[in-house]
């Protein structure tokens, strides 16, 4: 089958964590997993400079791990991204900030990604806050 998730939880959720370990087990099952799409408080698993605790999972580090060995398509929604200071260098140019804060391996785009997802899957698996 195949799958697309949409995260709207922010790191430090359980949701956050289930949705990891969800993609993991799709992933593990052989299924396709067509794209993650962050949006809302779930944009800051893309941001390369939230730091967890020592006894926190590191989602953002977790995520870049499977979108290495698998390819994933993570996608953090610009929006968002923007209002809770999720950068890319462009975005960054753009508004003028003093620096980019995109985690490699993530990509800023808008909902029309969401929604392509959407008509690709089989099943879109939603990870509210």
Do not use: K, Y
Not at 17 to 27: G, K, V, Y
Request: charged share 20%; aromatic share 6%; glycine share 8%.
């Amino acid at each position: 089958m195949r799958f697309a998730l949409l995260i709207t939880a922010a790191p430090e959720q359980t949701a956050a964590r289930d949705a990891l370990r969800i993609a993991e087990a799709l992933l593990a099952a052989g299924h396709e997993l067509l794209r993650v799409f962050f949006a809302g408080a779930g944009v800051a698993h893309g941001n390369a400079l939230v730091t967890p605790g020592r006894d926190e999972p590191d989602l953002c580090g977790e995520w870049q791990r499977l979108q290495r060995a698998h390819g994933l398509d993570l996608v953090v929604c610009v929006a968002a991204a923007l209002h809770h200071g999720v950068l890319d260098a462009d975005n960054a140019q753009r508004w003028e900030r003093p620096a980019a804060s995109l985690a490699d391996g993530f990509v800023i785009s808008g909902l029309g990604q969401l929604a392509d997802a959407q008509l690709q899957a089989d099943r879109l698996l939603t990870f509210p806050a």
